[in-house]
């Protein structure tokens, strides 16, 4: 039987929203093992001279316990 565990973090990129859950995703298996999913809740960005400076997501990523 698998037990499975969900944890929520915030990234932010420059680039894109994909690029932010990518960051998301490449931070938490450093310390996460067996990550299965990530669902993004939201999604916002910050303005800086009437242009996106920066890409935020509050994700939701989904692990396997060992």
């Known amino acids: 039987m698998a037990v499975i ?3 929520e973090v915030l990234a932010d990129s420059n680039k894109s929203w994909e690029d ?3 960051q998301a995703i490449a931070r938490a ?3 996460i093992h067996n990550i ?3 669902y993004i809740k ?3 960005a910050t303005v ?3 242009k996106i ?3 935020r997501i509050n994700a ?3 692990f396997e316990l060992d």
């Open 53 to 55: 400076s920066s890409y």
């Open 36 to 38: 299965k999913s990530i």
């Open 5 to 7: 565990k969900v944890i």
């Open 48 to 50: 800086e001279n009437g």
């Open 42 to 44: 939201d999604h916002s």
């Open 60 to 62: 939701k990523i989904t």
């Open 20 to 22: 932010a859950a990518q």
């Open 29 to 31: 298996s450093k310390t």
